[in-house]
């Protein structure tokens, strides 16, 4: 890592011990929480030191909220809690959870995996914000460049996000694609890798797991038999039940009962045991021979390559590319972004350091790049990620913004380790 100088630091990075996690219930669905922007403007942003002006951007971003993937996501806790209703033991929560349960399994058939109505205006304001924020970047000589996975949901993340950009600079150039032919850098296919992961997931990630099993009262508030419960409603209905609950803030218009269902405790181990899986999957750790941040390093090419071009062009441009939250999470780790980088060496050292899906990958979760230049031709970079100022690993100009060329060899090197 390069030395990072002192003086400034994102908001809201630091240690957290894991006993002060968060206990809004809507943080704790992790990866399926709802872009935190969609309703509230995000922090104001620093201004450039005077002289630069911004003439690129480079992005990644996740789709917005959508659909669970598996079917089984909404059969299994409508089967499980229907016992109890033929049993005539259900609470009067219970059968409010089992009518939503009910609705959801039924709007979700044929749409499983896909974008939601959340999510495409999840899209639309960062497309929006985006535009309003950098409006040197959207003008009618600018070009924007718009790449998705061939996955329906990123595809119309990506028209989403262009039609918000549109709403502002109606007259900016776009080209948009979602092609297989990218997919080596979209979505990178790293199967040695995927192997070592496969093999920690089996043993530290068992383990860890183990210990953070959601226990509590949570089935006696549905159910009024408790031997009835566990004998014959719990198996098999967790994690199914809790992320339907969990998924419903990705929907416009449906009841919040996963506070009413979950203690903030019993929903802390719920998450952490999900929060695990994805430490081992981005964080450089002995436990998965340090490769996982590596599997995005054709990834972090592509976007230095595509600026590479842009500091030869005198015109404006901005390059967009909407994927998924496995890419993004290893993408923060390999590019360092608030020492989410180091090395770990245990699933809770990187808990306690604010490895967090909530805050790293929600729906819609994004990394923007946005570089600036003087008359000189001196190029510097700020990171957003999640729209939020954060820290790279280079010794800042000022406030969040780095030179270019310090980050630029560092990121090459590394990206070319593998």
Known sequence: MIAVGAGWAAAGFGAVPS?????DLHKLSGNLMAYPYEMNEPPAQTPPPPGYAP????????????????????????????????AGKLTPLGKEVLDLLREMEKESRGRLGELTDKGALQQQGIGRRMAHAYPELFTDSSMVNAKATVVIRCILSMLNGLQGIQEIAPGVGITSDASYADMYFMNYDDKPAWEIKDKANATVLKEYQARHRTKGDWM?????????ARDSVAPGIMPYLYWVL?????????PWLLDKVFSADEAREAWRGDNGMWILHCIDTPLTERRMPYTQRKLLKNIIESTDTAILSRKPSVNLRYGHDGILINLITLMEIDDFGQQFNSIEEAEDAGVRSFDLIPMAGNIQLVFYRNADGDVLVKCLLNEQERRLPAKPVSGPYYRWSDLRQYYLDKASRF
């Open 246 to 254: 969990a998924g419903t803030q990705g929907h416009s218009g449906k």
């Open 55 to 86: 003439f690129h951007l480079e992005h990644y971003g996740r789709h917005g909220s959508r659909w669970l993937i598996g079917e089984n996501d909404y059969v299994t806790p409508v089967r499980n809690l229907e016992k109890a209703e033929h």
């Open 220 to 228: 006696t508030r549905l159910v009024t038999d408790e031997k009835f």
């Open 19 to 23: 006993a002060d996690l968060e206990t």
